[in-house]
């Protein structure tokens, strides 16, 4: 079973990284962007009987670190 | 005392923090590998060092904080026994969840290696005894990912409760409310950017850092 886990900072976490990418569109001339966060994708190929719990652990145990982070799962 | 440094694949201050150790306590250190499960009988000071574990791969201190050897240092912070995490070793104990909030990407983005002037802002501490409050001190940085986030709910707490041991005297990469060190709920386990096994001795351009692992002998006995 293939997964795409998606970590994206928590609203209202600054985010220096995604600033400096925003700074760097602009310098290449791309206006109307009004924000960037950056994030991690992270493709696990896990088991078929992988349970949702299981996975939702490994999440928050390792994947994301859930001061700062959400996580999101992608099936298929 | 009995102190341990834990080495992690990717620790490069270990060995600093080992000399500065034994130049304080008049000991050799016992060096525990990330891999052991038990820490040595009788350790009275457990030190996470600086560095880059694992490379700093998913998140600085992520890979480190999931070692065979956490268990132990929890059970033994828990019993009360000191344990200091320096720069590497704060990110490591803030991914345990032994302190909150976490380490995110300087502001600025820059790696910052400078010595930088800190406020001590608890000097009840084990660890800030020899400190008076208030107290400006010079002490090394070197990392990339010294901004401290959390929420304000937490650093209202943590300002509350005495918990910021050491503040920035001035902003060095963005933390929330210049805070530079941080203490658990029971003082017993502090998290610091700065180094101050970096600065013992009068060829290291001062000592102020030996005062934090003299006042450590102090409280918590030969």
């Known amino acids: 079973m293939k997964l795409r ?16 990418i925003h700074k760097a569109l602009g310098g290449l001339g791309f206006g109307g962007v009004n924000d960037v966060r950056a994030g991690k994708l992270f493709e696990l190929d896990v088991a078929d009987d992988t349970s949702d719990a299981a996975i939702d652990e490994m999440c928050r145990k390792l994947l994301a670190n859930t001061v700062i982070e959400n996580y999101r799962v992608e099936r298929g | 005392m009995r102190t341990a440094v834990i080495v992690f694949p990717g620790s490069n201050c270990d060995r600093d923090m080992a000399v500065a150790l034994e130049a304080v306590t008049g000991a050799k250190p016992a060096m525990v590998w990330h891999g052991e499960t038990m820490l040595p009988d009788g350790t009275a000071l457990i030190a996470l060092p600086g560095g880059f574990s694992y490379g700093d791969y998913l998140r600085c201190g992520a890979i480190a904080a999931r070692s065979a050897i956490i268990p132990a240092i929890v059970a033994a912070a828990e019993a009360g026994v000191p344990v200091l ?14 302190l909150p909030g976490a380490l995110m990407r300087n502001e600025g983005l820059d790696f910052v290696c400078r010595d930088v002037a800190l406020t001590v802002d608890n000097a ?3 660890f800030t ?12 940085v070197a990392h990339h990912d010294g901004n401290y986030t959390a929420d304000a709910d937490t650093l209202d707490r943590i300002e509350g409760e005495g918990r910021v041991a050491f503040r920035y005297a001035e902003s060095v990469n963005g933390s929330a409310r210049q805070i530079a060190g941080v203490l658990n709920a029971s003082g017993n386990v502090l998290g610091m950017m700065p180094h101050p096994e970096r600065r013992i001795e009068a060829a290291h351009g001062g000592d102020d850092g030996r005062r934090l692992f003299e006042g450590l002998l102090e409280t918590v006995g030969a």
Not at chain 2, 85 to 98: A, K
Not at chain 2, 131 to 136: K, L, S
């Open chain 2, 129 to 140: 005894s020899r400190y008076a409050a208030g107290e400006r001190i010079i002490v090394p």
């Open chain 1, 5 to 20: 886990i998606v970590v994206t900072l928590k609203p209202g976490v600054l985010d220096p990284q995604g600033r400096a």
């Open chain 2, 85 to 98: 995490g320096v720069c590497n070793g704060f990110q490591v104990l803030t991914e345990i969840g032994l």
């Open chain 2, 124 to 126: 009840q501490s084990t």
